[in-house]
Each structure stands twice: as structure tokens, then as C-alpha cells.
């Protein structure tokens, strides 16, 4: 072996190395989770979350630091490093999950070269890549058979579980999933027999909430089966049971924080998933499982090739135009690009580095069901001529400082990428009375929610908020963002004389801090029907009473819940 050889032999088990630590830390970290549902530790569990998802980038840098040492002048070498990607290849063949470790190192040449677009030669780009075909193993699960009774059934599948908390009613539970599963068996027409259950042998976690994630089988069909746990002061019980495709798919959706689930082969569960969940693309699958980084890669795959097949051009995302990103869509492709403007026109008072930070935050926080999973990309390169004239314009004159032209290309130093939705704005409009109230009804939901979460969306304009294939009202404008905790939330201060009453601007002192609940419906573009229907159903959220009690909740440590299923689903149990 020569010296040039030797040394990229030398970096390419380096990286591996690092990435098998990497992976072995946040291995131990995702095992944490049992022992925090049995302790009730949800600040435990939230602390872990955060130090999962900041583990990869620390990873990256600490490799990149170390391999500027190693290599020296060599660091940049293209030569040696398309010596070091061979010997890479080499030596991760037959790891589980090899896309990772690719990844990883991808991870790693980008950020040390400042790589524009793709540079294949030091890189792993293969965009027509099926992160899947390549697994021929499954996910190693339990299977339980059917003996003639559901109640032995299901008897076996939650017997098996092992918390060190007791069961708060174990023949309870098994008669609340027996109920459940049999009653939709049943909605399904012809006589449906339950042949076996099969459950994948890790269980998840997310939050407060322990689940058992699987499917259940019989002549001729197969459903999914997701029952949550929760375990009280009294005990663990059954919290839901989730059979249809559309629960199952918000439990698993962009909208929700990441599993906990330790899993030795994470593609082979992606595997699993997508039986039960065909419409949901791999790439947020992946992220789901706490492999955001993979599940970034995925979706730049599934943008790439779907953009060899198709001709259509970016333009302007549907909507109103907003003041502190450009955001524009491909038609054909059910994904939001954002970029931020160099100037936020007035009203908007926040700095670029604020509105960073603010997706930042997000990323890391609980999302509970309201917050949707914005993917960060730096420098990717497009075609020029796939992008619409006036959105080009737009892009030149208001994101100089991001975007650049090369040639036929545009290159995009920074954006997020997140799902689409329809602006809640535009689906009033068009939606039946019927659709409208029930949209309405869950925005001021959504606007509870995130106060639970210690969430004050600041801008709550109808075209903010999103409108999900489930029905769901999502936030997406992060750039008033703040934590509850942070507001003052005032009532509106009565005018002393007609005077005050004329005046345009407020007559009394408003500090940044400052809000105005009762105001809020004054911005709000709801028709008679639709205000009449929030306020019967939310109007304390448009008091100062509401949100400062929420503050003291936080404030005195209280854990609010937001889960991530329809409450008919949940079982009535006394309190804990």
C-alpha cells in the first residue's frame, strides 16, 4: 500500500470510527426513554430530545476539526479525497444501515469544502438511489395468533410488555383494545377475521407517551395497529388505539417531535411503516425515527428525481406574499422552499440572525402536532430555466444576499424546505360551511395547543397557519415566534375621553412585550358564522385571563399534553 493510499485508508476508518460513535451515543441516549416513561420524567425526556438532535452536528465538527489535523495543506486535496470515499465504501459494506454512515461522510466533504450543488466525486450523491431496495432483512418483531379470542389475543400482546410501573387495570385495557379493534373490524362490511397481530419488538416513545407501534392481519387485508400508553400515578393504561391509516399517519407526521425507539436497523422499520403508510414519503419516515439528517438526504433524493420526470417550473407558493421569506413551491412536488429576504419591509422589526434562531428553536422544541418540521439546506443548485421569470425577479431583487446566478444555474446559499399545506386563509374560502367551521374550530385549537407547549405564534393572521390532507391547522410562520413565558399579556385599557378614542396610535405605553389578547379577533378574517363559532368554542383565548393562567402553569412546572390522536380516540379513565 503507497503512503497516499495509506493515509486515505487511515481517514476513511477515521470517519467510519466517528460515525460509529456517534451512532453508539445516540443509541444510548434514545435508551434512556423506558426509564424515563416508568419515572414519569417528561423534563428528562425533553432534555434528551434536544441533546439527540444537536448530537449529529457536534459529531461532524469534531471529525472535520480532527481530519484539518491529520491532513494538513491536504485537507481540500479533491485527489485524496476521492482516494478516502473509496476506501469508505469499502469499509462500511455490510453495516447496518450503510445510507447513514454515507451520509455522515457526505455530511462531513460538504461542510470542509463549502461544496455548491454536488460534488459526486467526493460525495455520495446517487439521487436515483431507493434508500429501500437494498434491504432484503425485516424489522425483527413479536407475532401473536389469533386462538379464537380476541380478549386471549390481545391478552398476549400487552402481557408481554415489561415496565417496571405497574398496570393501573391490565383486563381493562385488554378489554378497551378488544372493543376497539372488534367495533372496527366491524365498520369494514363483510365479516373481517383477525388472523394475527404483529408488533415491532422496540417500544416507541414520544413525549409523555409510550407506544406499540405493528399490524394486524387477516384473509385478505392488514391494518395498522398503534396502541398508546400512558402511565399515571396510578399505573400504565391504555391511552388509544389507532387503526386507521389517517391517525396512524398524524402520530407518525411532520408535525410531531421524534420517536425514541432503539432500533438496530432503522431502515428495515421504515420498511415496516411505509406497508402502513403508503403516502408517507421515506424521507419523513426516517425523520420520525430521530434520523433527521437521513431524512434530509431523502428528501433531496425524492426533489432530484422527481425532477428528472418532470418539466414543471418553481413559482410563487400560494398565498400572500410575506414580508420576511420568499417562498415559492414546484407544482408537481408537495414541498414549501423558503428563503430570507435581505430586508423585512414595516411592520416587521426582526433581524435576520432572530428569525435563524427562531427556526433553530423549533427544531428542538416539542411541536406537538402544531409546529411543522422545517428542513435546513445550504447551498443547493438548480437550473435556471426551471424557475418561472417573475419568481426569478423576485429572488434577484429580494434575496441577493442568498441566492446567486452561475450560468444556467441559481444557486441557493440557505433555505428551509417544509410540506405543503393549504393557507388557512385560502381554505375558507372554498371550503363548505360545514369544512370551514370545523377549520376554524381547529386553528383555535392550534392556538391553544402551542400555548401549552409555551408557544405564542405572535402573528396569528389566517394566513400563517396551514391547512394539512387530514384537516389539521398547522403553524408555519416562525418569525414572530416566542415562548409564553416571555409575553406580558395586558387587557386593553379603557379610553378616559373621546379623544383618546380618535387617536391612531395607542394612547397608553406599549412595551415589546406586550399583548393584547381581546385584540386579536379584530385581525381575523372569519365571515359572521366562522367568529360566531370560534368565539362559542375559544373566545377565552382572546382574554389576558387565559394566557396568564397558561404562564403559571409553566411557570410551576406543570407538564400540558398535546397528543397526537382525536380525543374520541382516547379512553375515559379516572384520574390519576
Not at 455548491?116 to 460525495?123: F, L, M
Not at 414541498?335 to 435576520?352: E, G, S
Not at 375621553?497 to 395607542?506: F, I, L, Q, V, W
Request: aromatic share 12%; hydrophobic share 45%; glycine share 4%.
Amino acid at each position: 500500500m503507497t503512503a497516499e493510499s495509506a493515509l486515505a485508508h487511515d481517514c476513511a476508518r477515521h470517519i467510519a470510527g466517528a460515525f460509529a460513535d456517534y451512532n453508539a451515543e445516540f443509541r444510548a441516549i434514545t435508551r434512556r426513554a423506558p426509564q424515563r416513561f416508568d419515572a414519569r420524567d417528561w423534563k428528562g425526556s425533553q432534555h434528551d430530545a434536544v441533546e439527540r438532535i444537536e448530537l449529529y452536528d457536534r459529531w461532524v465538527d469534531r471529525a472535520i476539526a480532527e481530519l484539518r489535523l491529520k491532513l494538513g495543506d491536504r485537507a481540500l486535496d479533491p485527489g485524496l479525497w476521492r482516494a478516502i470515499r473509496a476506501h469508505f465504501v469499502t469499509q462500511i459494506a455490510g453495516l447496518a444501515d450503510p445510507e447513514f454512515n454515507k451520509t455522515y461522510f457526505s455530511s462531513i466533504t460538504r461542510r470542509l469544502h463549502g461544496t455548491v450543488g454536488v460534488a459526486p466525486e467526493i460525495e455520495f450523491v446517487a439521487t436515483d438511489l431507493d434508500p429501500l431496495a437494498s434491504i432484503t432483512s425485516e424489522v425483527v418483531t413479536h407475532v401473536y395468533l389469533n386462538r379464537g379470542s380476541l380478549p386471549l389475543l390481545f391478552e398476549d400482546v400487552l402481557g408481554e410488555l415489561r415496565f417496571r410501573s405497574p398496570w393501573k387495570d391490565f383486563d381493562r385495557s385488554v378489554a378497551h383494545v378488544t372493543a376497539e379493534v372488534a367495533a372496527y373490524l366491524a365498520t369494514l362490511g363483510e365479516r373481517r377475521t383477525l388472523l394475527k397481530v404483529e408488533v415491532i419488538r422496540p417500544v416507541f416513545y414520544q413525549a409523555s407517551r409510550a407506544f406499540l407501534v405493528g399490524r394486524m392481519s387477516g384473509r385478505g387485508f392488514t391494518l395498522p395497529l398503534v396502541i398508546a400508553l400512558k402511565n399515571a400515578e396510578s399505573g400504565i393504561h391504555v391511552d388509544a388505539v389507532m387503526l386507521a391509516e389517517a391517525d396512524v399517519s398524524i402520530v407518525f407526521g411532520f408535525t410531531r417531535s421524534y420517536f425514541h425507539v432503539d432500533l438496530e436497523r432503522v431502515g428495515e422499520a421504515v420498511v415496516f411503516l411505509k406497508s402502513l403508510l403508503p403516502r408517507k414519503p421515506v424521507s419523513e419516515l426516517f425523520t420520525v425515527l430521530g434520523r433527521a439528517k437521513q431524512g434530509k438526504t431523502e428528501r433531496y433524493r425524492e426533489l432530484m428525481r422527481h425532477m428528472e420526470h418532470t418539466s414543471d417550473r418553481f413559482v410563487h407558493a400560494a398565498g400572500e406574499r410575506g414580508l420576511v421569506m420568499v417562498c415559492f413551491t414546484l407544482p408537481s412536488f408537495d414541498v414549501v422552499f423558503k428563503v430570507i429576504r435581505d430586508r423585512f419591509p414595516y411592520p416587521k422589526n426582526v433581524l435576520r440572525e432572530e428569525v435563524l434562531a427562531k427556526y433553530s428553536y423549533v427544531f428542538k422544541h416539542d411541536r406537538a402536532g402544531r409546529l411543522v418540521d422545517a428542513q435546513e439546506f445550504k447551498r443547493l443548485r438548480f437550473p435556471r430555466a426551471r424557475f418561472a421569470p417573475e419568481l426569478l425577479e423576485e429572488l434577484a431583487a429580494e434575496t441577493a444576499n442568498t441566492v446567486h446566478f452561475e450560468g444556467d444555474d441559481v444557486i441557493l446559499d440557505h433555505l428551509y424546505v417544509e410540506r405543503r399545506m393549504t393557507p388557512l386563509n385560502l381554505y375558507l374560502r372554498s371550503a363548505s360551511p360545514d369544512q370551514a367551521e370545523l377549520a376554524v374550530l381547529d386553528y383555535g385549537q392550534a392556538i391553544r395547543d402551542l400555548a401549552y407547549t409555551n408557544i405564542f405564534a405572535g402573528d396569528l393572521l389566517l394566513k400563517n397557519f396551514g391547512v394539512t390532507r387530514h384537516g389539521r391547522v398547522i403553524f408555519y410562520d416562525y418569525d414572530e415566534l416566542c415562548q409564553v413565558t416571555d409575553c406580558r399579556f395586558r387587557e386593553l385599557p379603557r379610553a378616559m375621553n373621546d379623544e383618546d378614542e380618535m387617536r391612531a396610535e395607542s394612547w397608553f405605553y406599549v412595551a415589546d412585550s406586550d399583548v393584547f389578547p381581546e385584540t386579536f379577533i379584530n385581525f381575523l378574517a372569519f365571515d359572521d358564522a366562522q367568529r360566531a363559532a370560534f368565539m362559542r368554542v375559544h373566545g377565552e383565548v382572546l382574554t389576558a385571563d387565559f394566557w396568564r393562567a397558561v404562564q403559571q402553569r409553566h411557570r410551576d412546572g406543570e407538564l400540558m399534553e398535546v397528543l397526537p390522536y382525536h380525543m374520541h380516540r382516547v379512553r375515559v379513565a379516572s384520574s390519576a
